[in-house]
Each structure stands twice: as structure tokens, then as C-alpha cells.
């Protein structure tokens, strides 16, 4: 870029073949050509400026048989004009204050950048190498005016008039002010933006002498994320100018947005210098993709074509969401505002009112609007009017600017509406204020330096009137001011605070635009907060609320995203949540499990307790057991009460009424042992209900087995030598049914003290269901429970099955023979069906094979002997009871 800048400013010697060398140091040529088209106003230090007052530039290529011709370009800025004079107002404003530099004069020198690298390199070269004399090609003095120049003092010919700018306030676009500091850099040149926002002018490391007034474009994009994840748009169209701009900021778009479940629709970037070719391909992908929300990086002149073309091919019902650099383009509402109605997008602070400035704008006199080829031309154009003695070249209408009228003079901007004079949004203007107050307290802090205690070497200070650039880089980089009463300071990267205003596009009555402020974004403020929006004063483009734009429907709660491979992540399935799971809010990436007590709700967003399963009392399948098991307790203790009433008749006598009165009391508590299977289970209830049923039965059982022996041994005790009932009296019939529960009673110890039964909360059945129940603790310990009632139980059977023949009205074998038959089928019934049920079922289940079991041993063995006690008295008695049945 050095080489570059000392072509483009050497002056050419003439050298002749009768020429010297002193000759040719007299004869210099200025290289290239001298643009006259500037704002100058001298002063003890000038301040350089690059405005892009055209832009678009016409397509043209050089054939270089002849002299290229300067760029034409197609549009004039008003609003770029405004941003200039608020410029030069700022400065004279600063000339009138007596407390800021009132010992130095604020000069300027502002040229047109034209949006243009070329252009605006080639002007910020002449800003910094000084202005040749007008009138003449070169005007060669001793000693140079103003700052010096680190640009040296010998571009090969004597010195040349120059005033130098040793800080330039400009450019607009990102792209252009990267290309001014790549050339400016190595000169340690100050550059200050006021519309550049590009995050990676924010490396210092690349551009150290770079500095803004405008917030960069890393927090607009947190502000941009926030609001498209606010509406609940996570499908949006991204698009971009191909400039650096436009590409830092979708990257860091891109970045930015998984975190928020945002996705890039498409994400399309298109030339600055719009072809039908690249509008096409542009439209198609908007015409091709569901996604109804547009984020469009691009400057005021690409949205015209883009605009332009989706008119043509009526298009509609779009959300745009417009960057910064076009958000307060309200040209463009003119030819467009049907497209735009609705529109958001953040826009940088606005000043309320900068004192005087409406007045500097408008108040323009015809022969100061003649010296400026801008104003003349922005005048002319305004008005469609030629001014007498006017600079201006351009005519961006189809006439010819010729065969234009001239000027009445009578003109006035107050009779019609232009950016130029509209200051309701000072936001670009604003930061051009700024920019210019930063220089002017950076000068204002070299003032003030004292000898010895200055920041440079051995305590040294710069000279206001005569200093480096860099110099001036150092007080910049440490300005600290206020500006019509907002604190304006820049963080280590040279950015200031970022604070953005939300702003939508309405339609007044009246067809005008209208920018209502619906919300801010204060990067200042917490991560929560930073975002403020005012829904209800927004106007959408399409109906009374925000459209939508998503590439799947959210995920209701009591669903989960299953992501679609190969496809970004806003593209997904809702699957339910599993069994067991649930998801309490919209889009859940994964369903959280239930604890043990609760499960899910019918729409598995919540969990609910689970349902406590028990057999209790309150039910009616518990209330018919615990009837049921009440009444054949009853029923034993009625029996009871009558064989204790005809005690002394021989039917309750015979067959060892002792035996017969134990077993009505073991079959009532067989029966009230039922009871302690309803109810609510605990440990201790497992720990006696088990050994309770078990020795209960054993009991009866013992009690049937003896007195069947008793009945085998009194058949047998009639036969001739027979002394069976001499071994087996009372006392040996008592002693067998202890022993024989006895061993029944170690079972039930050796089971309690190994692995006891105890509750338990069984899910694994129902999943919705805690099932309360006791186990076991030993299977081993309640088969052999069960096991040797069986055993008895076959013991009994045998002898009453030996002893069926004997004598009808005696022998009561075969009804104890009966009863054990009903107490196999109840109990080998019992093992499949108690194996196979769960939950309160198998507790019934086993109540049930108690109940029937002991009301079957019950009515089998004392129903008939109650029907002759009470029915049929008259065979109650002895020679009855002797006779031998048929």
C-alpha cells in the first residue's frame, strides 16, 4: 500500500533530452486525475471525512483504447449529505465553544466516497497527502502547513502545498473503511467510523488506529438472535452482500443462533452491483423456502433491486428484518412501503434533538449551495431545477440535466420532505457528531498536557499545532466525554456501549412512514433483561399478530425432539414421551423420568403420586372376605356353643369330644386368620400372618389326624386282643397334635429368624400402580409351610381312606375323607392360580383358600352331626350310634 501511495501521488518529471536535473525538480505532474468535488475549510488542524454520497455504481469495463473515465454512479444519497453537514456543523459549533479548544481551530476537508473502494481510497489519499493548489497543476512552497505528515516530505518533486488531515472520519461500509485502514495502518493514521460495524474491525491487533462511534455488529447479532427466538421464529432466511460486512455478520448470525434453537432456512449472499442473473437466483430461493422471515445484511441501494424484483414478482406476506444499515432507509418506503409495512429491525440511538442542527441544514443560501458540487446537486435533484454557476455534473433522472429549467430561487426545503432535512432519526448524523466531539476532546486532552508529565518519552507533550499521528491515536483511545448529556466512552477495542433501538414500520392515515420505537436492546444490561419489546403497539405485515416461521411445529409437553438426520436442528419429530416419562415445556430435547412413587399423567407432562394398591377394608372385594371370614368364626363358635350344650348326648361324645371342641376353635381362628390378609401391609403384619395361617392349619390338620387314628383305633379295639386305644387315649391324642404342630412352629421360627416375610412396594406389575405386598423373604420358607400342611393333610387323608368301611352311624372317616378331598382341590387349585395373580388378586386369592378350605373341613365334618343334634334328636343316642350302617 506504500508503493500504491507513493504512485498515486508522485509528480512526474519532464525530462527532456536538453533538460537538467534541476529542471526536472521545477516540472512536476500531478498522477491522476484532481478531484474537485470536496468540502474545504482550513483551520490550525483538519479534519478529514468520507461520506458516501452516490453509491450503485453503473456497469461499465474500460477498454483502455481511451482514457477511462471516472465511475457514473446512479443514486444520490440525501441521507450521506445530512451525515456531511452534521459534520461541518459540529466542527463550527466547536470553533464557537470558549471551553473546548479555544486555542485552535477546527478545519475540514470532506470528499465523496461513493461506497466505492477505489473511489474511497484515492480520496482518503488526498485527505492525508494534502490538497493541491486549485487553479494550478502544482504550487510549490518551502515549508509544508499544518500537522506533519508521516507520509514523508519527498514524493520526488520539492514540496507542494498540502493541507494534512491526521485523522479521517469515515467510511460508511465496513468493506470500505477495512481497505482505508490496510493503507492507512502503516502510517499509524487515526480512522473513525460512524456507520462501519463490522465485528472484525473490533481486532486491534490487524487495526490498531481504528476507533467508532457505531456499536459493532457482534451485539447486533445477540440483539437480532433474541428477537427472532422472542417471536418463536426458528426458520428464517438469511441474506447478505458479498462484502465483509455482510459476511461477518451471518457468521457470527450462524454462530449465535444454535444456542437459541434458531436455524438459517438459507442463507444466500449476492454481488453489491445487482444483475438480473443474481436477482433471479436470489427471488428463487426466497420464492423456494417455507421459511417467512427474512434477515437481510445489505446497505440501502442493494435492497432497492432486491425490493424492486419482489414487486415484479409479487411476492408478499414476508417478515423483514432489517440490519442496521437500512433500517432508517426510509427512501426506499416511497416505492415499496407495501412490502415493508411491518418491518423490524434495530437501528443504533437516536439524539432526541441536536441543538441548531435543523437550522444549519436548511438554512442554505444559493450562493454557498453553488460552491458545493454536493449541495448543487442535491439541490438540483430535489427541486428538478439547474442552478446558475452550479459545480454539479450528475443527473440521475432520465432528462438531460441541460434541458432542465433554471432555479427560481423561490425554493424551499421546508415545502417538501427529504432525508436530508429530516431529523426525527438522528442516529447516523449522531454518531457523525460524536465522532467529531471524540477528535475535538482528544485535542482538548493534548492541551491540557503539562511539560514533564506528559504520556511520552521523558514526560514529553504533544503539540496541539504540530503532532504525529499517533500521538493523537493515544488521547483518542483514552477519550472519556459527554455529549449532549449521554456519557460516551469506548471499551479496549475501540467500540462504544452498544444500545439499539427496535424499530417498526407503520403506515400513517395518510400513506407515510411512520418508525415507531416498539422496543431496545442494551447490551449493558443482564442477559435476561438486555431485550425489551412492546408487543402490543407492533404492526405486522400480515394480520394482527407476529407470523409464523418454523420448520417443524413445537413439541408439546408430554413430548420430546427427535432430531431428523442429516437435516439442521429446527427440522425434527415429536415423539411422546416413554412409559415412566414426562416433559413439562414446549420443544424438551429429552423426558425426565418419574421417581418410584409417582407416574406420569394421561398427557405425560407431569408426574402425579402413583395409585397405592392393597387389599383394604373399604373395597368390596376386602368387605366380602372380612364378612366372609368373620362369619365362618361366627359359624365355628355356633358350633362350639352346641356341641358344649349337648356335651352329654353320645353323638358329641364319641370320637373324643376333647378333639372335636379344639378343632372348632383352630377352624373359627383359621378363619379370623383371613383378616390379617387385609389391610395395609407391614413388616410386622408379614411376620405373623404367614406363621399364623401356617400353624393355625397345622392345628386343624393334627386335630383331623387324630381323630381319624381315634376312629381307626376304636374299630380296631373291638376285635378280639386289640389294645390300640390303650396306646392312644387322650393324653397320646393331645401329645400327637402338639408334636404335630410343633414341627410346624420350628418351620416358622427357622423362617422368621433367616429371611423373614416383610412389605414391600412392587412396581414391576403395574408401572402406575405401587402395589403394597408381603414377600415372602424365603420361597424355600413358605413352600415348606405349605408343604407340610400338605403332608398332614395326605396323612389324614390315608387313615380316613383306611378306615372308610368301618361302621356307618360311628364312623365319622368318610366325611373326614370328604373334607380332606374339597381341602386338596381348594389348595392344589390355589398353587397355579396364586403363582399366576398379582397385586391385591393373589392376597385374595390365598383368603379365598383359607376361607374355603376351613368352611369346607367345617361343614364336611360337623354339618351332619348338627343336623341329628338339632333336626333329628331322636337318633342322638346310644344304641343309634352302636348300630352298624348297611
Wanted: net charge neutral.
Amino acid at each position: 500500500m506504500a508503493v500504491l501511495t507513493a504512485k498515486l501521488f508522485m509528480f512526474l518529471s519532464l525530462i527532456g533530452s536538453k533538460t537538467g536535473l534541476a529542471t526536472a525538480l521545477d516540472n512536476c505532474v500531478f498522477l491522476g486525475e484532481e478531484d474537485k468535488n470536496s468540502m474545504y475549510e482550513d483551520g490550525d488542524v483538519v479534519i478529514g471525512g468520507l461520506f458516501p454520497l452516490h453509491y450503485s455504481p453503473a456497469s461499465s469495463l474500460p477498454t483502455f483504447k481511451t482514457k477511462p473515465t471516472p465511475n457514473m454512479y446512479k443514486y444520490f444519497s440525501a441521507r450521506a449529505l445530512r451525515w456531511m453537514q452534521t459534520m461541518t456543523f459540529a466542527i463550527n459549533e466547536i470553533n464557537q465553544r470558549s471551553d473546548l479548544l479555544p486555542q485552535l481551530k477546527l478545519g475540514f476537508h470532506i470528499r465523496d466516497s461513493c461506497d466505492d473502494i477505489p473511489v474511497s481510497l484515492g480520496a482518503c489519499l488526498l485527505l492525508v497527502n494534502g490538497q493541491p493548489e486549485r487553479g494550478s497543476a502544482v504550487n510549490i512552497v518551502k515549508k509544508s502547513k499544518g500537522p506533519q505528515s508521516n507520509l514523508g516530505s519527498n514524493l520526488g518533486c520539492s514540496a507542494v502545498q498540502r493541507t494534512v488531515s491526521p485523522v479521517i472520519i469515515g467510511d460508511a461500509a465496513s468493506g470500505v473503511s477495512m481497505a482505508l485502514l490496510r493503507s492507512l495502518g502503516s502510517f499509524h493514521i487515526p480512522l473513525v467510523s460512524y456507520f462501519a460495524s463490522c465485528s472484525c474491525l473490533s481486532n486491534q491487533r490487524e487495526f490498531p488506529t481504528f476507533m467508532r462511534t457505531m456499536p459493532s455488529d457482534a451485539f447486533q447479532v445477540r440483539a437480532l438472535v433474541r428477537l427472532v427466538n422472542y417471536f418463536g421464529w426458528t426458520w428464517v432466511g438469511v441474506i447478505g452482500v458479498e462484502s465483509d460486512y455482510a459476511r461477518f455478520a451471518i457468521q457470527l448470525f450462524l454462530q449465535e443462533s444454535v444456542q437459541y434453537g434458531v436455524c438459517a432456512a438459507y442463507t444466500h449472499f449476492y454481488p453489491v452491483a445487482l444483475s438480473q442473473q443474481a436477482l433471479d437466483e436470489l427471488l428463487d430461493v426466497i420464492q423456494m423456502s417455507s421459511s417467512k422471515v427474512i434477515i437481510s445484511f445489505s446497505g440501502e441501494s442493494e435492497m432497492q433491486g432486491i425490493l424492486r424484483e419482489t414487486q415484479n414478482r409479487n411476492i408478499t406476506g414476508l417478515q423483514w428484518i432489517a440490519s442496521e444499515a437500512w433500517t432508517t432507509a426510509n427512501s426506499l418506503w416511497e416505492k415499496f412501503g407495501d412490502l415493508l409495512a411491518g418491518m423490524l429491525g434495530f437501528a443504533i440511538q437516536r439524539a432526541d434533538v441536536i441543538p441548531g442542527l435543523k437550522q444549519h441544514l436548511t438554512n442554505l443560501r444559493p450562493s454557498y449551495i453553488r460552491q458545493s458540487a454536493f449541495l448543487a446537486e442535491f439541490w438540483e435533484e430535489m427541486f428538478n431545477c439547474r442552478l446558475n454557476g452550479s459545480l454539479n455534473s450528475h443527473s440521475h433522472g432520465g432528462d438531460n440535466y441541460f434541458d432542465r429549467l433554471p432555479c427560481k430561487g423561490t425554493e424551499d426545503l421546508s415545502d417538501v420532505y427529504s432525508p436530508y432535512s429530516d431529523v426525527t432519526q438522528l442516529r447516523v448524523s449522531y454518531n457523525v457528531y460524536k465522532a467529531v466531539y471524540l477528535v475535538a476532546y482528544a485535542l482538548q486532552d493534548m492541551s491540557n498536557c503539562i511539560a514533564g508529565q506528559g504520556p511520552f518519552l521523558n514526560g514529553t507533550c504533544a503539540d496541539p499545532k504540530n503532532f504525529r499521528q499517533w500521538q493523537l491515536i493515544h488521547y483518542m483511545k483514552r477519550a472519556n466525554f459527554s455529549v449532549l448529556e449521554e456519557k460516551v466512552n469506548f471499551d479496549q477495542n475501540g467500540d462504544p456501549i452498544a444500545y439499539y433501538d427496535l424499530l417498526n414500520w407503520q403506515r400513517r392515515p395518510d400513506g407515510s412512514l411512520h418508525l415507531v420505537k416498539v422496543g431496545f436492546y442494551d447490551a449493558s444490561s443482564p442477559a435476561g433483561s438486555s431485550l425489551v419489546i412492546n408487543d402490543s403497539v407492533i404492526q405486522w405485515p400480515v394480520g394482527k399478530q407476529a407470523s409464523r416461521s418454523v420448520c417443524s411445529d413445537s413439541c408439546p409437553p408430554g413430548s420430546r425432539i427427535a432430531r431428523r438426520k442429516g437435516e439442521p436442528i429446527c427440522c425434527f419429530d415429536c415423539v411422546p414421551c416413554a412409559e415412566g416419562e414426562v416433559s413439562n415445556k414446549t420443544d424438551s430435547l429429552e423426558c425426565s423420568r418419574c421417581s418410584e412413587d409417582t407416574w406420569p399423567n394421561k398427557a405425560r407432562d407431569l408426574c402425579i403420586p402413583k395409585t397405592i394398591e392393597f387389599l383394604s377394608y373399604q373395597e368390596l372385594m376386602g368387605i366380602v372376605l372380612c364378612v366372609v371370614s368373620v362369619l365362618g368364626a361366627c359359624i365355628s363358635l355356633s358350633i362350639f356353643t352346641i356341641f358344649f350344650a349337648y356335651r352329654d348326648t353320645p353323638l358329641v361324645r364319641a370320637n373324643n369330644m376333647e378333639l372335636s371342641f379344639l378343632l372348632l376353635v383352630f377352624l373359627a381362628v383359621c378363619s379370623l386368620v383371613g383378616l390379617l390378609f387385609i389391610g395395609e401391609p407391614s413388616d410386622w403384619l408379614c411376620r405373623i400372618r404367614y406363621p399364623a395361617f401356617g400353624i393355625s392349619f397345622a392345628l386343624c390338620i393334627s386335630c383331623l389326624l387324630a381323630k381319624t387314628v381315634v376312629v381307626l383305633m376304636a374299630f380296631r379295639s373291638t376285635l378280639p386282643g386289640s389294645i390300640g386305644m390303650k396306646w392312644f387315649g387322650p393324653n397320646q391324642q393331645r401329645a400327637s397334635v402338639l408334636v404335630s404342630t410343633a414341627v410346624q412352629v420350628i418351620i416358622c421360627l427357622i423362617w422368621l429368624l433367616t429371611s423373614p416375610p416383610h412389605a414391600n412396594k412392587n412396581t414391576d406389575y403395574h408401572s402406575a400402580t405401587i402395589v403394597i405386598e408381603c414377600v415372602t423373604g424365603s420361597e424355600i420358607g413358605f413352600w415348606c409351610v405349605l408343604g407340610y400342611i400338605g403332608i398332614l393333610a395326605c396323612m389324614c387323608f390315608l387313615m380316613a381312606f383306611l378306615a372308610r368301611k368301618l361302621p356307618d352311624n360311628f364312623n365319622e372317616a368318610k366325611f373326614i375323607t370328604f373334607s380332606m378331598l374339597i381341602f386338596f382341590a381348594v389348595w392344589i387349585t390355589f398353587i397355579p392360580v396364586y403363582v399366576s395373580t398379582v397385586g391385591k388378586y393373589t392376597v385374595a386369592v390365598h383368603i379365598f383358600a383359607i376361607l374355603a378350605s376351613s368352611l369346607g373341613l367345617l361343614f364336611c365334618i360337623f354339618a351332619p352331626k348338627c343336623y341329628i343334634i338339632i333336626l333329628k334328636p331322636e337318633k342322638n343316642n346310644k344304641k343309634n350310634m352302636m348300630q352298624r350302617g348297611k
